[in-house]
């Protein structure tokens, strides 16, 4: 039987992201995005829901979007669902449902202040930046798979 997992969201950043090194080196930086949803109920009414999406991305993906990426901006997010599940100091069984970015791609050319502006490309264009800029890993770029991650290796 197929299997698809595969996640495709975009909305704001809840808050700046968190830059972490596992014990190896490697970059993984935590991020939630706000995701709201608008409609009208069977009364006309205009109703309004959001939902908090917790994100977690690795390597040279993780080192650019804590880069570029501050509180309040929108981004295009793509990966795969993830569930951690663990026990608290209690002996609580907890799980937590979270995202593994992939990819993801700037929504803006500016977060609002100069010193959160994406990269800019080169070739002569205006002094505008790029409406959307698209960060992935060298491996994926160049279609290969992602490098198997230990459990060892997350330091959390």
Not at 36 to 49: F, K
Not at 75 to 90: A, F, I, M, P, T
Not at 124 to 147: C, D, F, K, N, W
Request: charged fraction near 25%.
């Amino acid at each position: 039987m197929p299997n698809l997992n595969h996640v495709m969201i975009m909305g704001n950043l809840t808050r700046d992201p968190e830059l972490r090194y596992t014990p190896k080196n490697v970059a993984v930086v935590n991020i939630g995005i706000a995701v709201n949803r608008r409609w009208r109920n069977q009364e006309g009414e205009q109703q309004e829901e959001t939902t908090f999406v917790d994100c977690e991305a690795w390597g040279r993906t993780a080192e650019v979007m804590n880069e570029y990426l501050r509180k309040g901006r929108p981004v295009y997010v793509d990966g795969r669902l993830r569930l951690d599940q663990w026990q608290d100091k209690e002996g609580n069984n907890r799980s937590k449902l979270k995202v593994v970015v992939d990819n993801f791609q700037f929504l803006d050319s500016r977060g609002g202040d100069p010193s959160s502006e994406a990269p800019r490309s080169g070739g002569g264009r205006s002094s505008q930046a790029p409406a959307t800029q698209r960060s992935t890993s060298p491996a994926v770029a160049a279609g290969e798979p992602h490098q198997a991650v230990d459990e060892q290796d997350i330091p959390f």
